[in-house]
């Protein structure tokens, strides 16, 4: 029933900027989170950005003064803003969210994945 869906991943030179953004859809009580991760090839999978429902952000260090997480509860939509982009920023970035369809219950969703490439 619920799935997320990405988009705005590409290839962009170094400095340049990129918007990533983050639907998601089907039967939908609440969402409690909504957070963007990203795994580069032999790297662990890590938290970039992480945004409640209620506002509260979190960033990670290296990309903290860069990237810009932002939601649109309205329309169930999650962005993420990247500026200064760096070659190391390279990696498939992940949409995740906290879900509830019921009053009572929460899951995890994941979305597909988008390749960011930061290369002159």
């Known amino acids: 029933q619920v799935q997320l869906v990405e988009s705005g991943g590409g290839l962009v030179q170094p400095g340049g900027s990129l918007r990533l953004s983050c639907a998601a859809s089907g039967s939908i009580f609440s969402i409690n989170a909504m957070n963007w991760y990203?795994?580069?090839?032999?790297?662990q999978r890590e938290l970039v950005a992480?945004?409640?429902?209620?506002?509260?952000?979190?960033y990670a260090d290296s990309v903290k003064g860069r990237f810009t997480i932002s939601r649109d509860n309205a329309k169930n939509t999650v962005?993420?803003?990247m500026n200064s982009?760096?070659?190391?920023d390279?990696?498939?970035y992940?949409?995740?969210?906290?879900?509830s369809i019921t009053f009572?219950?929460?899951r995890n969703y994941w979305g597909q994945g988008t390749q960011v490439t930061v290369s002159s």
Not at 85 to 88: A, I, R, T
Not at 94 to 99: K, T
Request: proline share 6%; net charge positive.
């Open 38 to 43: 990203r795994q580069a090839p032999g790297k």
């Open 50 to 58: 992480a945004k409640s429902s209620t506002g509260v952000t979190n």
């Open 79 to 81: 962005f993420l803003e």
């Open 85 to 88: 982009l760096k070659p190391e």
């Open 90 to 92: 390279t990696a498939v």
């Open 94 to 99: 992940y949409c995740n969210a906290d879900i």
């Open 104 to 106: 009572w219950n929460a």
